[in-house]
């Protein structure tokens, strides 16, 4: 008899008594919109030593969403790039997939948090008013004008 569990779509926390099913499935521990890519990417490489299981990879995956900010849709689309061919042919180790996902998951959040930073200050300035300054504009008053006379 099997106990099904009930999985968020996003987001799963592994405690004790999920810790069994997350063995037996370790995709579950990825959002809905994660699994094919990640499935994808392992069923490609378990013939690596290290990858017999997709733990290693959900896991590291689903931690980089949960605690470091990775966008579901950017962990999908990373995911399908490591099986490129130029990015396949540098792994002939699990560790050397693992390594070369981090380094591309690290950009990738390094962009999106500078790109969010850009589009605060950018909200920010754009609701920024004039600070009225009447001595400074008696002083411009006229500057650029032509003499008369």
């Known amino acids: 008899m099997t106990t099904a569990i009930e999985v968020p779509t996003e987001k799963l926390s ?8 997350v ?3 370790p995709l579950l521990l ?3 919109s994660v699994r ?19 733990i290693a990879l959900a896991g590291r995956v689903s931690l980089w969403i949960e605690e470091y900010g990775l966008e579901p849709q950017d962990a999908a689309e ?3 790039g490591m099986l490129s061919p130029e990015a396949s042919e540098k792994h002939r180790f699990a560790s050397d997939l ?4 981090a380094s591309s ?3 990738r959040i390094r962009f999106r948090r500078k790109s969010n930073a850009n589009k605060q200050t950018l909200e920010n300035y754009s609701n920024l008013q004039p600070t009225p300054r009447p001595e ?6 006229g500057i650029g004008e032509m003499p008369k006379g």
Do not use: Q, Y
Not at 136 to 141: N, V
């Open 78 to 80: 990373l995911l399908n």
């Open 105 to 107: 998951v690290k950009e």
């Open 14 to 21: 592994i405690t004790m008594g999920s810790f069994r099913d």
């Open 36 to 54: 094919p890519a990640a499935l994808r990417l392992w069923t490609c490489n378990r013939h690596l030593a290290g990858l017999e299981t997709p």
């Open 30 to 32: 990825l959002p809905e």
């Open 136 to 141: 400074i504009d008696k002083l411009l008053a």
């Open 98 to 101: 693992l390594a070369d996902l």
């Open 23 to 25: 063995l037996k499935r």
